[in-house]
């Protein structure tokens, strides 16, 4: 065990100076080391789950110097929350320094116990290292504490797939869901990209409309068309919203002059500070059948329901016997890709007479028109964030 202790502590200390690293460069040279502090910090966290297990088998592992260092990686899991709201935007970086001097200390303490080296060495683990009672203590002791650290791990994989997914547009905290706003410029050109999300808390809305008031800009608005009537009874998210005790997205988020697509050439009585709408989305008439069908299914089961579970139960139900492997993909392309490419089609003619193009479509859109974006050479300037769902506001027990 002191080989294993000795790598925790030395990945520790790595994990901060690579999190100080990753901070500073990206701020300042837009050069990123995410992925390699990722992975040193995932290696610190195995090792780390090594030696916390290490305590029921061996009693002369050191828990005053061990215990400080895992107590701020179990924290790590939770995005170190609430810290950004006291630090910032900086937080992850005075983390990082945090984790550094802890490090530092423990060596320190190490040190002042064995009088020989700051690491573990051979005398502190001399004699039996298994203790029946010191395995009763760690068993009595974790009854409450592993299932709080088997949620913990569940919730910063949940956390960091959603990351992953939704390039960083929406997050998972806690206290709740936040949806990112990204904002890219190219000499006078800026496009804001505004992560959005059909079902939230009534502020969230309010707030996300408040900041696209005012603006000298186009915004391109998301919302499919059924022209051909191809959508079999009401599809809206009021009656799931009431459920879940949130607010539908149903109207546009901002007051503005709608114009069309033929109508962009001939504008030039635009007043100072007003918003142009353009309607940017696709009709239903493009949609496979299966995506039609998947549609229907949901506003019947889902969105209509009178129980969550119940919905859910039904919805499940039908899509294994009315879909295939291939249903996703055919879902993915008509939500997703198909839309993506019509909003992208209109930036050409719009930046040539918009010096601000607004873009609030839904999260799963998000990935895409950053990548088309970022390959215009526009580059991201900042970010802001919007709580979403406030988990604490949900009324859990009318969930069933």
């Not at 936040?178 to 496009?191: A, G, H, L, P, S």
């Not at 919203?241 to 149903?250: F, K, R, S, V």
């Not at 998947?294 to 859910?312: H, M, Q, R, V």
């Amino acid at each position: 065990m002191k080989t294993f202790a000795n790598i925790f502590l030395i990945l520790f200390l790595n994990t901060a100076a690579i999190g100080i690293a990753d901070a500073l460069l990206s701020q300042k040279l837009g050069i990123p080391l995410t992925l390699l502090h990722h992975f040193a910090y995932g290696a610190s966290v195995f090792f780390g789950l090594v030696i916390y297990f290490g305590f029921a088998v061996n009693r002369h592992l050191p828990k005053t110097v061990l215990l400080p260092p895992l107590i701020f990686l179990f924290w790590g899991l939770l995005d170190f929350w609430p810290l950004e709201n006291f630090a910032g935007a900086n937080y992850r970086l005075y983390a990082a320094v945090a984790q550094l001097l802890l490090g530092l200390l423990a060596l320190q303490l190490n040190l002042s116990l064995n009088k020989k080296s700051r690491l573990f060495v051979l005398s502190q683990f001399a004699g039996p290292a298994f203790s029946g009672r010191n395995l009763f203590r760690f068993v009595l002791l974790n009854i409450p504490l592993l299932p709080v650290m088997m949620l913990l791990i569940a919730f910063a994989s949940t956390s960091s797939l959603i990351d992953e997914h939704s390039a960083g547009f929406m997050r998972l905290k806690p206290n709740g869901l936040y949806m990112v706003e990204k904002v890219y410029r190219q000499n006078e050109k800026t496009i804001r990209l505004a992560s959005m999300i059909h079902l939230g808390q009534q502020t969230y809305f309010d707030d996300l409309s408040h900041s696209l008031q005012g603006e000298n800009a186009l915004l391109l608005a998301e919302g499919v068309s059924d022209n051909s009537g191809r959508l079999q009874g009401e599809f809206s998210y009021q009656k799931l919203a009431g459920l879940l005790g949130l607010t539908a997205q149903e109207k546009m988020l901002v007051q503005g002059r709608l114009v069309t697509a033929e109508s962009l050439d001939m504008l030039d009585d635009r007043q100072p500070g007003t918003t142009d709408i353009l309607p940017a989305d696709i009709d239903l008439i493009e949609f496979d059948e299966q995506t039609i069908a998947i549609l229907n299914a949901l506003g019947k089961y889902i969105l209509n329901t009178d129980s969550l579970t119940e919905g859910f139960k039904n919805y499940n139900q039908w899509a294994a016997e009315n879909t295939g492997p291939e249903t996703q993909q055919i879902v993915m392309d008509d939500l997703v890709q198909k839309r993506n490419r019509a909003v992208l089609s209109y930036l050409p003619i719009a930046l040539q007479k918009y010096d601000t193009l607004v873009i609030p479509w839904g999260a799963l859109h998000m990935p895409g028109l950053e990548t088309a974006i970022l390959h215009k050479g526009f580059e991201l300037q900042e970010q802001q964030e919007r709580l979403s769902i406030d988990f604490l506001m949900l009324p859990f027990e009318q969930f069933w």
